[in-house]
C-alpha cells in the first residue's frame, strides 16, 4: 500500500480517482488546492502525488516548485494527470521532467482510469 496525494479540484473526478486507488490497495489523501496539497503531503509523507496543473489561485507549477523545495519530497515521483493538453506543454515538459521531478504527464482526455492506474502501479507498485 501507497500513501498517494491527489491534488484534484474536480469533485466529482477526485471522489472517483481515489475511489480506484483505494480499491487498488493505496491510502489515498485528496486536495483541492495547491496550498492544501503542500498541507497534506507534509502530514501524509507521499509515495506518490498525482497533480492537475489547473488549479485556483496556485497553479500546478507553483505547487511543483514549493514541493520540491523541501528535502524531503525531492524523490517523491510526481505523476501529472491534467486537462492542459501535452501540445500547449512541449516547450516545457523539459523542465517538469528534468527540473521538477515529473514522473509521467498524461492528458485527461487520453488516459482511462484504467491506464491511470497502470501508470501509478508503475511508479509505486503495490506490496502486500
Known amino acids: 500500500m ?3 496525494l491527489l491534488i484534484e479540484p474536480d469533485r ?5 480517482y481515489a475511489q480506484a486507488l483505494t480499491d487498488a490497495g493505496h491510502h489515498v489523501v ?5 496550498q492544501a496539497g503542500i498541507q497534506a503531503a507534509d502530514a501524509l509523507e507521499p509515495a506518490l502525488v498525482i497533480l492537475e496543473l489547473q488549479l485556483v489561485e496556485h ?3 507553483e505547487f511543483l516548485y514549493e514541493f520540491r523545495s523541501y528535502r524531503d519530497w525531492q524523490s517523491v ?3 501529472v494527470h491534467t486537462g492542459v493538453p501535452p501540445a500547449e506543454f512541449n516547450h516545457n515538459l523539459g523542465l517538469l521532467k528534468e527540473e521538477l521531478g515529473v514522473h509521467t504527464y ?3 482526455l487520453h488516459t482511462s482510469l484504467r ?3 497502470a501508470h501509478v502501479h508503475q511508479a509505486v507498485p503495490t506490496t502486500a
Do not use: R
Open 2 to 4: 501507497a500513501n498517494i
Open 12 to 16: 466529482l473526478l477526485a471522489e472517483t
Open 30 to 34: 485528496a486536495a483541492s488546492t495547491a
Open 59 to 61: 497553479s500546478g507549477i
Open 77 to 79: 515521483p510526481v505523476l
Open 106 to 108: 498524461l492528458y485527461k
Open 115 to 117: 491506464e491511470l492506474l
